[in-house]
T-cell receptor, first 113, second 115 residues
Framework: DAGVIQSPRHEVTEMGQEVTLRCKPI?????LFWYRQTMMRGLELLIY????????DSGMPEDRFSAKMPNASFSTLKIQPSEPRDSAVYFC???????????FGAGTRLSVL | DQQVKQNSPSLSVQEGRISILNCDYT??????FLWYKKYPAEGPTFLIS?????DKNEDGRFTVFLNKSAKHLSLHIVPSQPGDSAVYFC??????????????FGKGTSLLVTP
C-alpha cells in the first residue's frame, strides 16, 4: 500500500481565499484523523471519522473549518475564508479498527499571506 | 491545556551512547502510550507503544518505560545512531473512552546524534 496520501504538499494562498486539503487513507482503514501542527500548540487533533462518520470535531477551531469524508477512500479539510493564523502543517492519519497505531501522511504545509 | 508534556525541546547525544527522551502526562485515564519519530518534511512514523498494564516494552534498540504512579514515560535508544536524529513525539490515548482512538501529542523533542 502507498500509505496515506495528502495533497497538495504545499499551498500558498491569500487571506480570504478558500483552501481545500485532501487525504486518501490507507485502504481498509476505518478511522481517519486530521491534525494541525504549529510551533505554539504542537500537533493537535482537529477531527476524526469512523467509517466515514465524524466522531469528534471538538478540535476544529471555528466555523471557518469544515471536514468531509464522502467515501472510505477520500476526505477533505476546507478552510473558508482562510486567515494568516491558519498557516500550519496539516496532517491526515488513518488507522484500522483493531489497531491503535495511526499512520500519517506527509502533510500539507499551508501558508496564508 | 496540554495533557502530554515533553519538557525538553532538544537533546544532543554522541553516537553509541544512550538517548533518553522523557514525557509526562496529566490525565490518569490514559491507558495507551506511543512514541512517534518525525523527519523534516515527512509525517510522524510510529516507533513503539506501551499499554498501561505494562511498565516496559522493548523493540530492538528502543525501549519504552512507563511509571504510572509518576505519570511519566521515557524512551531509551541504545546505542544511538546518527540516523536517529529526528523529532520524537510522545502520544497518549484513553482507549476506554468514546474518543479512545484520538491521540494527545506532546510538542516533541528534537534529538541530535553526533558522530
Amino acid at each position: 500500500d502507498a500509505g496515506v496520501i495528502q495533497s497538495p504538499r504545499h499551498e500558498v494562498t491569500e487571506m480570504g481565499q478558500e483552501v481545500t486539503l485532501r487525504c486518501k487513507p490507507i485502504s481498509g482503514h476505518d478511522y481517519l484523523f486530521w491534525y494541525r501542527q504549529t510551533m505554539m500548540r504542537g500537533l493537535e487533533l482537529l477531527i476524526y471519522f469512523n467509517n466515514n462518520v465524524p466522531i469528534d470535531d471538538s478540535g476544529m477551531p471555528e466555523d471557518r473549518f469544515s471536514a468531509k469524508m464522502p467515501n472510505a477512500s477520500f476526505s477533505t479539510l476546507k478552510i473558508q475564508p482562510s486567515e494568516p493564523r491558519d498557516s500550519a502543517v496539516y496532517f491526515c492519519a488513518s488507522s484500522s479498527l483493531t489497531g491503535y497505531i495511526q499512520y500519517f501522511g506527509a502533510g500539507t504545509r499551508l501558508s496564508v499571506l | 491545556d496540554q495533557q502530554v508534556k515533553q519538557n525538553s525541546p532538544s537533546l544532543s547525544v554522541q553516537e553509541g551512547r544512550i538517548s533518553i527522551l522523557n514525557c509526562d502526562y496529566t490525565n490518569s485515564m490514559f491507558d495507551y502510550f506511543l512514541w512517534y519519530k518525525k523527519y523534516p518534511a515527512e509525517g510522524p512514523t510510529f516507533l513503539i507503544s506501551i499499554s498501561s498494564i505494562k511498565d516496559k516494552n522493548e523493540d530492538g534498540r528502543f525501549t519504552v518505560f512507563l511509571n504510572k504512579s509518576a505519570k511519566h514515560l521515557s524512551l531509551h535508544i541504545v546505542p544511538s545512531q546518527p540516523g536517529d536524529s529526528a523529532v520524537y513525539f510522545c502520544a497518549a490515548s484513553e482507549l476506554s473512552s468514546n474518543s479512545g482512538y484520538a491521540l494527545n501529542f506532546g510538542k516533541g523533542t528534537s534529538l541530535l546524534v553526533t558522530p
